[in-house]
């Protein structure tokens, strides 16, 4: 149980890292990139400026802190 | 084009892992003899080799689109990590990450280690390479598995890796010292904004949406994602000038 509880924290780290509310932010902004293509709405705009604002809000929490 | 891109990526990214575990494997052989850390090094990467023929076959069954939805998602958080931390470097918040300190430390920790011997092998040495090698060469396949499995092309990916994999190599028999010389810090933001770049294209694409121009957009993509990290980085050092104290700087 304890190597299996190290080897999700080792992946959980290894892939999200110290902010999950950016990796929770990335995975709304790809939700609504997938409800607009469904709804025939163009969407390939969508991620870039999405990615550029969470990375800011990120850097922002990370250097305040 | 994108073939180029894919293993340009997977190159740098393979080779900024590579780097940091022939820093271990360096220090563990220098203290402990090279007989130990090179018999970990060739377990860890025994182990390897079954994980990645485990995982590899069984990527290139799901559909595509699914696998790019969730690897262009995962790579798109795994990327903005690196990134994050790139520009935090590169504005002074975060400490340069330092490849001769590393060394250093890995070296101390591996000499004042209790002698342990078996099988003619000083499990200390083994342990220290087989773990940093194995970490490290986990994160190596995450890279090779999701890049080449989204573009359909493992053996591109694995290219890209394997020439990291010669060229570090190369660099570590002939040096045997810390690849402090390697502008590790630039290359991680390089790699950051290529995961970036990727897991965006991706996982737009895996999520049903189609890019005007199709695969020429990651230009455009990986024009935007340099731009963005270049005016943060701008933004924050600008921030950081004028939150110092008055004076601090004379």
Redesign the interface.
């Known amino acids: 149980m304890n190597r299996l509880a190290a080897i999700a924290r080792?992946w959980w780290e290894?892939?999200?890292?110290?902010?999950w509310l950016?990796?929770v932010a990335?995975?709304l902004a790809?939700?609504l990139?997938?409800a607009?293509?469904?709804a025939d709405i163009?969407?390939?705009w969508?991620?870039?400026p999405a990615?550029?604002i969470?990375?800011?809000t990120?850097?922002r929490r990370?250097?305040r802190a | 084009m994108s073939a180029a891109f894919l293993v340009l990526s997977a190159f740098l990214a393979s080779a900024v892992e590579m780097v940091e575990a022939l820093t271990i494997v360096l220090a563990a052989g220098l203290a402990r003899g090279w007989r130990s850390a090179l018999t970990g090094v060739a377990a860890a990467t025994l182990t390897l080799v079954v994980i990645v023929g485990a995982l590899g076959p069984a990527l290139t069954i799901i559909p595509l689109n699914a696998l790019r939805l969730v690897v262009g998602g995962l790579l798109l958080v795994f990327g903005l990590q690196w990134l994050r931390k790139a520009i935090l470097r590169a504005s002074g918040y975060k400490a340069l990450h330092d490849e001769d300190a590393i060394f250093a430390r890995e070296l101390d920790v591996a000499r004042n280690a209790e002698r342990l011997e078996g099988n003619g092998l000083d499990w200390c040495g083994f342990t220290l390479s087989f773990k940093g090698v194995l970490l490290e060469g986990l994160e190596v396949a995450f890279i090779v598995l999701t890049f080449g499995s989204s573009q359909g092309s493992i053996w591109l990916a694995a290219l890209g890796a394997a020439a990291a994999l010669v060229l570090v190599a190369a660099i570590g028999v002939t040096v045997r010292a810390p690849l402090a010389r390697v502008p590790e810090n630039t290359m991680k933001f390089a790699v950051g904004i290529m995961l970036t770049t990727f897991g965006i294209f991706w996982s737009t694409e895996g999520a049903g949406a189609h890019w005007p121009g199709a695969d020429a957009s990651l230009i455009g993509v990986l024009a935007f994602v340099i731009a963005s990290s270049g005016a943060l980085v701008t933004l924050l050092r600008r921030q950081r000038v004028l939150s110092a104290p008055v004076g601090a700087e004379a």
Request: net charge negative; proline share 3%; hydrophobic share 75%.
């Open positions: 080792f290894f892939v999200v890292g110290d902010d950016a990796a990335i995975a790809i939700a990139t997938a607009l293509a469904h163009a969407a390939w969508l991620l870039p990615v550029a969470i990375l800011y990120s850097l990370a250097t």
